[in-house]
């Protein structure tokens, strides 16, 4: 059984474009929740979501960031017009179910030039 | 706030010295414990985890014990090795919360021969 995948491991943006960070659940979950890591920090949660829906998007900044989960297909965290302050490595964890143990895929390190 | 705080590192021991990577929790109510991993350039790995006061969490040599007097839930080993050097996270998670995570900032163990 496959781990969680996430892809690109590594992204360079330059300011103002747009970064694209895909997840692939392990097989089976359909829970899956994005934490982002700063550099010498620990890890923030951002965002749960569902098969189609967003459940707690609390730790997300108001703008420039979205994601989804659509029925097929990867989750998809979005980050528009990126800034040097959104360099960070942005982990996706899934999981079969609420209150089940997350299991961490290896990160996306995005570096805004 | 709920919060997680961990002692500063990075510690460096000596192959087969004992291992204590201190961890204490603030949280409104009766929080599960978990200790992560983190190897170079991987996702972390779950290490153990204790749902409730006094449980004690194990594997590969690793012990942590959840103390709610003191809510704190060190972690411990009684002789590393070299293949344990990584970044070590204490996180915890609270009922009804959708299973968030909050992470210490992490201790980086180095272990040398």
């Known amino acids: 059984n496959a781990g969680v995948m996430q892809n690109p491991r590594h992204l360079v943006r330059r300011r103002g474009q747009e970064a694209r960070l895909r997840c692939s659940p392990m097989k089976g979950h359909s829970h899956v929740y994005w934490y982002r890591q700063l550099p010498e920090e620990g890890l923030k949660f951002m965002v749960y979501l569902q098969k189609e829906n967003i459940i707690d998007e609390s730790g997300m900044p108001k703008e420039r960031f979205s994601a989804e989960f659509p029925k097929e297909g990867p989750s998809i965290l979005r980050i528009q017009q990126v800034v040097r302050g959104d360099s960070a490595a942005y982990f996706c964890?899934?999981?079969?179910?609420?209150?089940?143990?997350?299991?961490f895929g290896p990160g996306t390190r995005l570096l805004v030039l | 706030g709920n919060s997680v705080t961990q002692m500063e590192g990075p510690v460096t021991l000596s192959e087969e010295a004992f291992l204590t990577i201190n961890c204490t929790y603030t949280a409104t109510g009766y929080p599960s414990l978990f200790w992560y991993v983190q190897y170079p350039g991987e996702g972390l790995q779950l290490l153990l985890k204790?749902?409730?006061?006094?449980d004690k969490g194990s594997n590969k040599g690793f012990e942590a014990t959840y103390r709610k007097e003191t809510t704190s839930f060190h972690l411990e080993k009684g002789s590393v090795q070299v293949s344990d050097s990584a970044v070590y996270f204490c996180a915890l998670t609270l009922p009804g919360t959708a299973s968030k995570l909050t992470f210490g900032t992490g201790t980086r163990l180095q272990v040398t021969l």
């Open positions: 204790a749902t409730k006061a006094d």
């Open positions: 964890a899934s999981s079969p179910g609420l209150e089940e143990t997350q299991y």
